[in-house]
Nanobody, 123 residues
């Protein structure tokens, strides 16, 4: 069975940082492109930041407040969000692309999805 499991969500205060984890089971994540997506209440799912497979992409990608990195621990990819705001609240999902590519704007191209982890931002 091939699964992705997200963890690290919860209640965070505005202005703080949060690190989410995506762990693969039955999927060797080094060979997959990994995307992080989120869906806020009443909003469409949107791409946050994506990273290609390990052999062809940097191990860390940073864009503004968001950083995706491959962990030293086996089969884990992280999403760090700095300076959290209320707009960052929602359910965060990771997804894996077996071609190893990145396409944050086309979530339907990803082959495997986790169940999501909920993030609430409140003081």
């Amino acid at each position: 069975q091939r699964d992705l499991v997200e963890s690290g969500g919860g209640l965070v205060q505005p202005g703080t940082s949060l690190r989410l984890s995506c762990t693969g089971s039955g999927l060797a994540l080094d060979f997959y492109g990994i995307g992080w997506f989120r869906q806020g209440s009443g909003k469409a799912r949107e791409g946050v930041l994506c990273i290609g497979k390990k052999s062809t992409s940097p191990e860390e990608v940073k864009q503004g407040r968001f950083t995706v990195s491959r962990g030293m621990e086996k089969n884990t990819v992280y999403l760090q969000i700095d300076n959290m705001t209320s707009d960052d609240a929602g359910t965060y999902y990771c997804a894996a692309d077996r071609k190893g590519e990145t396409h944050c704007h086309i979530p339907s191209w990803y082959d495997y999805w986790g169940q999501g982890t909920q993030v609430t931002v409140s003081s």
